[in-house]
């Protein structure tokens, strides 16, 4: 992935378990061809665009001029990092491939993800989310703080509705809409998911309107309430609601670690509903 993108090409996938097959990647980073045309073309070509063909998308992307500096330039700006190296990109999605829950954030933490270079890693909204992953039998360990650490994810994924962070916490609509294609397309790479955790507002609306897109018809527009579960008929996924576990709403009281339990042990019996249904089916088939 590196000698791909130092050659400012993308490996984004491979043509019939063959040879990788390269795009060039400032096509679609510099605007040339836009991004959402890039994916859309090379989906319906190829069928065969891999999660880290897409975190190279993601790493080289530059559409959001405004985003792209804040990232490049919060190095230096927090005394406890200031020996450090900034990742200072986009951040891709992490996880486990084969995962059957999303976690879908806002955007990375300026001096957390942005930092390490993993979403919700190093900074303390991270340090809700992994160790209550870890208490519930999702993570290996509670422990998040580089992308080196050894932390490996069960079940999950973790990816943000926005790749670069953003000043005060507030991506513009534009910088959503530019960057939800590669929400949309990490949801197409993750075929077993069964459904999605959000966190706060803004992601929960972002989720929505990839739901819409992939067609499904919403008689009435689902409504973010902090423990909402949502199931939808035609992608056959539920959605489940939370506050954003950021240190503004663990700090305020918003977000309190009963409340956040409850959401994974809601969690917990989403997946497992699911695992009991597909059982007693199996077992009445072989009736
Ligand atoms: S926010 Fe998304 S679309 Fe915008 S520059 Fe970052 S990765 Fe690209």
């Not at 993308?10 to 061809?33: D, F, N, Y």
């Not at 930092?115 to 509670?142: C, E, I, K, Q, V």
């Not at 953003?166 to 609509?173: A, E, I, T």
């Not at 663990?250 to 997946?271: D, K, Y």
């Amino acid at each position: 992935m590196d000698d791909c993108l130092q050659a400012n090409i993308g490996h984004i996938g491979r043509r019939g378990g063959g040879k990788p097959i390269h795009l060039p990647l400032a096509a679609c980073a510099r605007g040339l061809v836009s991004t959402s045309s890039f994916l859309s073309y090379t989906m319906h070509m190829e069928q065969s665009l891999s999660l880290s063909g897409l975190a190279s998308l993601v790493h080289a992307c530059d559409r959001c001029q405004r985003l792209r500096a804040w990232c490049e330039t919060a190095q230096g700006q927090q005394a406890r990092y200031r020996d450090q190296p900034y990742w200072g990109k986009p951040v891709a999605g992490f996880g486990d491939q084969n995962a059957r829950i999303v976690i879908i954030g806002l955007a990375p933490g300026r001096h957390g993800a942005n930092r390490t270079g993993r979403p919700f890693t190093g900074d303390a909204a991270g340090g809700w989310l992994y160790d209550a992953l870890f208490r519930y039998g999702f993570a290996n360990s509670s422990s998040s703080i580089a992308m080196n650490d050894g932390l490996t994810l069960r079940d999950v994924y973790i990816t943000n509705l926005v790749r670069c962070a953003p000043p005060g916490d507030k991506p513009s609509r534009d910088e959503i809409d530019a960057c939800q294609t590669f929400l949309h397309q990490e949801l197409t790479l993750l075929p077993r998911s069964e459904g999605v955790l959000t966190l706060g507002r803004v992601a929960f609306e972002g989720y929505i309107r990839w739901l819409q897109e992939m067609g499904e018809g919403l008689k009435k527009r689902p409504v973010f309430e902090h423990g909402r579960v949502y199931r939808f008929d035609r992608n056959k996924r539920w959605l489940l609601a939370s506050y954003h576990c950021s240190q503004r709403n663990t700090r305020s009281g918003r977000l309190t670690p009963p409340m956040w339990n409850q959401i994974f042990e809601q969690l917990g019996r989403l997946v497992s509903a699911k695992n009991d249904g597909e059982m007693a089916s199996e077992m009445a088939k072989k009736e």
